[in-house]
């Protein structure tokens, strides 16, 4: 059996990596992939992005399901044309992807089947959100109401840096059209984690708990990023909060959904705000798996990835089971260096070569590649993107996770690379505390 993965990052190469693992699985090809999954047994890069000509090699080779990873593709509709041409594909249609592509769509939503989340206004005229800021008063977070590769969200302490915001978005345009709208949401204090399930459209299978770690540098300190590494499972998610988000939050997306009309298939993303009073309320959804959660989940996963996809494709998730390795996995992100704002490309990346040997003989750890790619002299590994490397392994606990994360990581080196040290941090001293 042929499959294709769609995308090019460290999510998608460990989707890729975990599905070829399958016995029932000849080949599966990463579109566009990077060097990670150029050089992984099992995978093969290709170079195409544009839908129809996707479509047109997945009936030539006969591939029997595709896999979407990022967001943009499910944004322009990939799973509705693929479903057109009559070919299996895993990812909501385009009314569904609106719980990302739109964050307005999705707060109306919530507050339609009455989904906890912050308390909002939405905005197209500068003066009257300027007004509601200077009534509100900051701590506030503004967010674009469209995709804006992760540089769409504000976190205002202070009522200038709300009001900045604002002019950056709506004013001066920065995010184009992605900041036509906005929405000003209330601050919740908290500790966020992510939960992220697969749907049929029907029942729904909970994936491992994780935590992402946005900010840049120690501490939750820096600028936002796109994640600078996750681990898995969350250890303060209890059983009793777990019931409470699968209860209050993802039963009513997925039914709420089909109440309108809207089957959704795929992975979910809730990302949730754990307040102090131990409820959940959801910051945002994602239509896709997350990165870097992905690759610690997936290393945890031992249930073979392509039978729980057929089961959400067929309508069957009711019937899956679904297994995971006891151990803790935790993954450290390699930037490049300027991350997030204006990443250095090109330079090259020494030590892989011999963990990447390694790793095929050992299931502890992998290294997945996202901002990677062959250098010109069709050898070298060289960067090629803001996040470069996500170094992922297990351990009994967070903390052993860690160091064998940091361990690894250690082996690695390329010019002016950025990496947090504390990756976990809030899980280790859980554990610790208990």
């Given at each position: 059996?042929?499959?294709?993965?769609?995308?090019?990052?460290?999510?998608?190469?460990?989707?890729?990596?975990?599905?070829?693992?399958?016995?029932?699985?000849?080949?599966?090809?990463?579109?566009?992939?990077?060097?990670?999954?150029?050089?992984?047994?099992?995978?093969?890069?290709?170079?195409?992005?544009?839908?129809?000509?996707?479509?047109?090699?997945?009936?030539?080779?006969?591939?029997?399901?595709?896999?979407?990873?990022?967001?943009?593709?499910?944004?322009?509709?990939?799973?509705?044309?693929?479903?057109?041409?009559?070919?299996?594909?895993?990812?909501?249609?385009?009314?569904?992807?609106?719980?990302?592509?739109?964050?307005?769509?999705?707060?109306?939503?919530?507050?339609?089947?009455?989904?906890?989340?912050?308390?909002?206004?939405?905005?197209?005229?500068?003066?009257?959100?300027?007004?509601?800021?200077?009534?509100?008063?900051?701590?506030?977070?503004?967010?674009?109401?469209?995709?804006?590769?992760?540089?769409?969200?504000?976190?205002?302490?202070?009522?200038?840096?709300?009001?900045?915001?604002?002019?950056?978005?709506?004013?001066?345009?920065?995010?184009?059209?992605?900041?036509?709208?906005?929405?000003?949401?209330?601050?919740?204090?908290?500790?966020?984690?992510?939960?992220?399930?697969?749907?049929?459209?029907?029942?729904?299978?909970?994936?491992?708990?994780?935590?992402?770690?946005?900010?840049?540098?120690?501490?939750?300190?820096?600028?936002?990023?796109?994640?600078?590494?996750?681990?898995?499972?969350?250890?303060?998610?209890?059983?009793?909060?777990?019931?409470?988000?699968?209860?209050?939050?993802?039963?009513?997306?997925?039914q709420g959904l089909k109440e309108e009309g809207i089957r959704y298939t795929g992975f979910l993303y809730?990302?949730?705000?754990?307040?102090?009073?131990?409820?959940?309320?959801?910051?945002?959804?994602?239509?896709?798996?997350?990165?870097?959660?992905?690759?610690?989940?997936?290393?945890?996963?031992?249930?073979?990835?392509?039978?729980?996809?057929?089961?959400?494709?067929?309508?069957?998730?009711?019937?899956?089971?679904?297994?995971?390795?006891?151990?803790?996995?935790?993954?450290?992100?390699?930037?490049?260096?300027?991350?997030?704002?204006?990443?250095g490309k090109g330079d090259v990346i020494n030590g892989l070569t011999e963990l990447m040997a390694e790793?095929?003989?050992?299931?502890?750890?992998?290294?997945?590649?996202?901002?990677?790619?062959?250098?010109?002299?069709?050898?070298?590994?060289?960067?090629?993107?803001?996040?470069?490397?996500?170094?992922?392994?297990?351990?009994?606990?967070?903390?052993?996770?860690?160091?064998?994360?940091?361990r690894l990581m250690d082996k690695i080196h390329f010019e002016g690379y950025q990496a947090r040290h504390?990756?976990?941090?809030?899980?280790?001293?859980?554990?610790?505390?208990?």
């Amino acid at each position: 059996m042929k499959l294709l993965v769609i995308g090019g990052g460290g999510r998608e190469h460990a989707l890729a990596w975990k599905l070829s693992r399958s016995p029932r699985v000849q080949k599966v090809y990463v579109a566009p992939g990077n060097a990670g999954t150029a050089l992984e047994s099992g995978l093969e890069n290709l170079a195409l992005t544009a839908i129809p000509e996707l479509i047109e090699f997945a009936q030539k080779e006969h591939i029997a399901i595709t896999v979407v990873g990022p967001e943009i593709p499910l944004a322009a509709g990939i799973v509705d044309a693929f479903q057109d041409a009559g070919l299996k594909i895993f990812g909501p249609i385009r009314k569904a992807a609106q719980l990302e592509t739109s964050k307005i769509f999705a707060k109306n939503f919530m507050q339609r089947h009455r989904i906890p989340t912050a308390a909002y206004a939405s905005f197209t005229d500068p003066s009257q959100a300027h007004a509601y800021i200077d009534q509100h008063g900051a701590p506030l977070v503004i967010k674009a109401d469209g995709l804006a590769a992760g540089k769409g969200v504000v976190v205002a302490q202070t009522i200038e840096q709300a009001h900045d915001a604002i002019n950056a978005m709506l004013v001066e345009k920065n995010l184009g059209g992605a900041g036509n709208e906005i929405v000003i949401e209330e601050y919740l204090p908290g500790i966020e984690v992510s939960f992220i399930v697969m749907s049929d459209g029907e029942h729904v299978v909970p994936l491992a708990t994780s935590q992402d770690h946005k900010r840049l540098q120690d501490g939750d300190l820096g600028p936002n990023t796109g994640g600078m590494g996750a681990y898995s499972p969350v250890p303060f998610v209890s059983p009793s909060l777990h019931a409470q988000i699968m209860r209050n939050i993802i039963d009513p997306v997925i039914q709420g959904l089909k109440e309108e009309g809207i089957r959704y298939t795929g992975f979910l993303y809730a990302g949730l705000m754990i307040t102090a009073d131990d409820q959940a309320k959801v910051l945002e959804f994602n239509c896709r798996m997350g990165d870097p959660e992905t690759e610690p989940i997936m290393l945890r996963l031992k249930t073979d990835l392509l039978t729980l996809i057929e089961h959400a494709i067929n309508g069957t998730l009711d019937k899956a089971e679904i297994e995971w390795d006891h151990r803790a996995a935790l993954g450290v992100v390699m930037a490049a260096q300027g991350y997030p704002e204006n990443p250095g490309k090109g330079d090259v990346i020494n030590g892989l070569t011999e963990l990447m040997a390694e790793q095929e003989h050992r299931d502890e750890f992998h290294i997945f590649h996202a901002g990677s790619s062959i250098g010109e002299d069709g050898k070298s590994i060289v960067t090629s993107g803001g996040r470069v490397l996500c170094v992922t392994a297990l351990g009994e606990n967070v903390k052993m996770a860690q160091q064998t994360a940091y361990r690894l990581m250690d082996k690695i080196h390329f010019e002016g690379y950025q990496a947090r040290h504390d990756i976990g941090h809030q899980g280790i001293h859980y554990q610790r505390k208990k």
